[in-house]
Each structure stands twice: as structure tokens, then as C-alpha cells.
């Protein structure tokens, strides 16, 4: 199924989305089966929401070989982790602010993990059990202020920093995806899940050995290479292969 988060006579609700149509639900994926309402509303003429309202982003810096080679860096040897806020999550569609403190503003496009149940201390033969599904995030950095705070927090934690979505779905595998990112329609990223360095399962066992994720957290996964800037006014979009296109503007 296709989970999709938005807002119906003024609440948020989430709903199956069904060729343009979504079905609306009484209850959210978290909670079992779906209950639906009997309601549906087509798709143009919804006001999303990002997918999850996460209590914690937890992302994977790193984690393409080419990535880590177009900074120079080695290959970690286990996860290079950071957090991002709950305040930093947007929806497709939304803008994308750009701090007066940033000179460098860069997408990130990663295939994002969402946690369907409290997931402590997992193996990583059971952890795909605790996966809802998948979706699209942009790890949106202001790269010029990385370096200058010698942790990441500042640099990918903003406001508008974590555009989700545009739906979560449980149809794909997430081990083997192409991943795109596009600004102004113009290709900067191609490359495939398969190349990530640290596996889905590895991520979610080791994670869940440092912190409990709960239902609705998600795990970014981490960019490929070809990074570079953005500026006022321009479109982002990334496609990952059976999970639609997240699609920003800066503003």
C-alpha cells in the first residue's frame, strides 16, 4: 500500500493513495489494518503533510562509497550518525527556506526508512520486521557551515531542512532502488540503493543498539555522490524508483 499524510476539513489524517485517488483512514498505519472512512479525495486537490510526524530523523551521513570520495574522506567503518529535529520535517510541495546565515544551501537525496513499531536491541535478521515502509527525504545541508561547527547539527538541522514524502509505501525493496535528484530539471545524482555501505538491516540493528526508534521515526539512509548547490528560486525534485518524486522550491 501507499500511505499518505494530509490534511481533510482541517485535521491530519492519513489515507491510501490509489491511482490519484486517496481513500481516507480512521486510524494511521501504526495502528494495524486501516479503517477507512468511506471518504476519498483526488489527489491534486490535497494539502499534504510530510508522511510522519518522526519524534527523531536519525540519518546516515557518508554511506556511498562516491560520496565519501568526492569530499576526500574514507570509507567509515561503522555508521557516521546525526540527528535532525522533529521542527526540520516538511512536505512535498512546501518550501524549502534559506537561512540569512547560509552561503551554501545543498540537496541530499536519500531513500528515507519509516519504523512501524518500537524497535530496541534488533537483530539484523529481524529487522526488516520493524519497517512500515519507504519514502523520499532530502537531507537538506547549508554546507558552508559544516565545517565551521565541527558537528552537523546547525548545518542540517533548520527549519524546513527535512522535506518527507510525497507517500510511504511497503510495496518496494528497499536494498535495490534507482535514486535521482534533479534541480530545475536538470540531473545532479544517479546511482542505486544497492550501493549504499552500510545495509538497511545493519542500519536499523545498529541504531536500535544506541537509541529506541519508534513508530514513525525514520532512518535517512544516506546520499550518493553529486552534491552541489542551490539558490532562491530553484526546484529540487528526487525520484527514488517506486516511491514517486519529492519535489521542493527554495524560497
Known amino acids: 500500500m501507499k500511505y499518505i499524510r494530509l490534511i481533510d476539513n482541517g485535521m491530519p489524517v492519513y489515507g491510501i493513495l490509489d491511482d490519484g485517488l486517496i481513500r481516507i483512514m480512521k486510524n494511521t498505519p501504526f495502528e494495524g489494518e486501516p479503517i477507512l472512512s468511506g471518504s476519498s479525495i483526488p489527489l491534486e486537490e490535497t494539502q499534504l503533510l510530510p508522511v510522519v510526524p518522526f519524534s527523531k530523523a536519525v540519518c546516515i551521513g557518508l554511506n556511498y562509497?562516491?560520496?565519501?570520495?568526492?569530499?576526500?574522506?574514507?570509507?567509515?567503518?561503522?555508521?557516521?550518525?546525526?540527528?535532525?529535529?522533529?521542527?526540520?520535517?516538511?512536505?512535498?510541495?512546501?518550501?524549502?527556506?534559506?537561512?540569512?546565515?547560509?552561503?551554501?544551501?545543498?540537496?541530499?537525496?536519500?531513500?528515507?526508512?519509516?519504523?512501524?513499531?518500537?524497535?530496541?536491541?534488533?537483530?539484523?535478521?529481524?529487522?526488516?520486521?520493524?519497517?512500515?515502509g519507504y519514502t523520499i527525504a532530502n537531507d537538506v545541508t547549508a554546507r558552508d557551515l559544516q565545517p565551521k561547527n565541527g558537528q552537523w547539527t546547525i548545518a542540517k538541522g533548520f527549519d524546513t531542512f527535512m522535506p518527507i514524502g510525497p507517500y510511504i509505501s511497503d510495496e518496494v525493496d528497499g536494498a535495490k532502488l534507482m535514486i535521482t535528484s534533479r534541480v530545475n530539471g536538470e540531473t545532479k545524482q544517479k546511482s542505486n540503493t544497492s550501493n549504499l555501505i552500510f545495509t538497511i538491516p545493519y542500519l536499523i540493528s545498529y541504531i536500535s543498539h544506541v537509541m529506541t526508534l519508534l513508530p514513525g521515526d525514520v532512518i535517512s539512509?544516506?546520499?550518493?555522490?553529486?552534491?552541489?548547490?542551490?539558490?532562491?528560486?530553484?526546484?529540487?525534485?528526487?525520484?527514488?524508483?517506486?516511491?514517486?518524486?519529492?519535489?521542493?522550491?527554495?524560497g
Open 65 to 132: 562509497r562516491d560520496h565519501a570520495e568526492e569530499f576526500g574522506l574514507p570509507i567509515p567503518e561503522t555508521p557516521v550518525v546525526f540527528l535532525k529535529p522533529s521542527t526540520s520535517a516538511c512536505a512535498c510541495g512546501d518550501k524549502i527556506i534559506y537561512p540569512e546565515m547560509c552561503h551554501r544551501l545543498d540537496y541530499e537525496a536519500e531513500l528515507a526508512v519509516v519504523i512501524g513499531r518500537k524497535a530496541k536491541d534488533v537483530s539484523e535478521e529481524s529487522a526488516l520486521d520493524y519497517v512500515l
Open 221 to 250: 539512509t544516506g546520499t550518493p555522490g553529486g552534491i552541489s548547490g542551490m539558490q532562491k528560486g530553484d526546484t529540487v525534485e528526487i525520484e527514488i524508483e517506486g516511491l514517486g518524486i519529492l519535489r521542493n522550491t527554495i
